[in-house]
């Protein structure tokens, strides 16, 4: 059983930031790895961000050096910080976890527009 629930996006202006955090309700959280898509209209789920178990991350080539994730274990939380956003950051935002993405169940998702 997992539940995630998004929040923390917004109507930001180009090179601006934003923190996103999902609270996360699953089994071991902290043995699990946690990931951040995206999903711009029109276009497919992206990978965005991944932390370990070990806090080990990983991040597209789009986000590089503009984008952290981190977790905090006691909260069964995990942050995304957004900065010098840019307009083709634009998309609905979505956390998981690994079983979340086994058995195909997404949250509700934050919107994030940036404004040019």
């Known amino acids: 059983q997992v539940q995630v629930v998004e929040s923390g996006g917004g109507l930001v202006q180009t090179g601006g930031s934003l923190r996103l955090s999902c609270a996360a309700s699953?089994?071991?959280?902290?043995?699990?790895?946690m990931y951040w898509y995206r999903q711009a209209p029109g276009k497919q789920r992206e990978l965005v961000a991944t932390?370990?178990?070990?806090?080990?991350?990983n991040y597209a080539d789009s986000v590089k050096g503009r984008f952290t994730i981190s977790r905090d274990n006691a909260k069964n939380t995990v942050y995304l910080q957004m900065n010098s956003l840019k307009p083709e950051d634009t998309a609905v935002y979505y956390c998981?976890?690994?079983?979340?993405?086994?058995?195909?169940?997404w949250g509700q998702g934050t919107q994030v527009t940036v404004s040019s």
């Open positions: 998981n976890t690994d079983f979340g993405v086994r058995v195909g169940y």
């Open positions: 699953v089994r071991s959280f902290s043995f699990s790895a």
């Open positions: 932390i370990t178990s070990r806090r080990s991350t």
